[in-house]
């Protein structure tokens, strides 16, 4: 018993570590998120920008900000392959529910950068939210056809791609901040390409993940 229940209990643990990466990865924007949201109830200035260029779009950008902390946080746990074994009804409801924050923050997103939410971004940094946020969209719902039509490794492989857009954002703290630690304050075009860099380190990182689940593991190869 004593020497069972150690080996069993390791694997489980492991099987969280991915879960808590991704949440911690979420975390600067989720609570940054938080506080924008009291900034925009009335409460005090929080962030350093104080909220003055979001009042014309206050309610998209909150729908934006619970759907997006909603999925990144929601979305980890579908990374923890024992708790969905434990809960096979958790992935199917969850999913949906992901599939609908997903979508509203991604049309969120696009009306954000359309309407001009951020006019000091310039065209690299509008145009830029245009495309992922057009490609976050797109990804759910090829992941969501995928699965109605019981395509199950086209269905993850979709919904992986989406949760790396989704949580560009948290990668986009990590190089800003690297950024800046070295080189200062990055200007308008600086900016706009650490955050596409941001979004593109996760698609890499999706895309090995979803390489390396098609292959066979070594003991299965004969």
């Known amino acids: 018993m004593t020497t069972t229940t150690p080996r069993r209990a390791a694997?489980?643990?492991?099987?969280?570590?991915?879960?808590?990466?991704?949440?911690?990865?979420?975390?600067?924007?989720?609570?940054?998120?938080?506080?924008?949201?009291?900034?925009?109830?009335?409460?005090?200035?929080?962030l350093p920008d104080g909220g003055e260029h979001h009042l014309g779009t206050a309610g998209p950008l909150a729908a934006h900000i619970v759907t997006v902390s909603a999925y990144a946080v929601l979305g980890a746990f579908q990374f923890a392959p024992g708790f969905r074994a434990r809960r096979r009804g958790w992935h199917r409801v969850a999913g949906r529910l992901l599939v609908l924050c997903g979508l509203v923050g991604a049309l969120s997103a696009l009306w954000l950068a359309l309407s001009g939410h951020r006019a000091g971004v310039g065209a690299l940094g509008a145009g830029s939210r245009l495309v992922f946020g057009a490609a976050w969209a797109l990804f759910l719902v090829l992941g969501f056809a995928a699965a109605r039509r019981r395509d199950f490794a086209g269905h993850r492989d979709w919904m992986i791609r989406g949760y790396a857009v989704g949580l560009g954002a948290g990668t986009q703290v990590l190089t800003l901040a690297s950024w800046s630690a070295f080189a200062g304050e990055p200007g308008r075009l600086a900016e706009a390409l650490l955050m596409v860099a941001g979004w593109l380190i996760n698609l890499l990182v999706a895309e090995r993940a979803i390489r390396r689940s098609r292959d066979p593991h070594p003991s299965e190869v004969r």
Request: avoid cysteine.
């Open 11 to 46: 694997p489980a643990r492991r099987g969280w570590l991915l879960p808590a990466g991704l949440i911690a990865l979420s975390l600067v924007p989720v609570l940054a998120g938080a506080f924008r949201l009291v900034e925009l109830g009335g409460g005090a200035r929080l």
